[in-house]
């Protein structure tokens, strides 16, 4: 449907228990901002709303299981001929 979703899954110990386990930091992660501000962007300006960024923390029975990324993104078949 012109789409494509990228999902990754993480068997660890999950978001917060992994947050806690580092040592406390001066400095902020921007990468999942950064991110977020790109896919933004790609939204005005390809006037797509499809496109989407989701992290989702995952638990069986109050137990975390790990975290799932999930991205979708336009996609577009590009076709090359051979030229003999």
């Not at 978001?15 to 962007?41: D, F, V, W």
């Not at 336009?74 to 003999?84: D, E, M, R, W």
């Amino acid at each position: 449907d012109g789409v494509i979703m990228l999902e990754v899954t993480d068997n660890g110990v999950g978001r917060k228990m992994a947050a806690g386990e580092q040592p406390k930091m001066k400095k902020e992660s921007i990468s999942t901002k950064l991110t977020q501000k790109r896919l933004e962007h790609f939204r005005k300006t390809m006037k797509e709303k499809r496109i989407s960024f989701e992290i989702i923390d995952l638990f069986e029975w109050n137990d975390v299981t790990g975290t799932k990324v999930v991205m979708i993104l336009p996609y577009k078949k590009i076709y090359a001929c051979l030229i003999s």
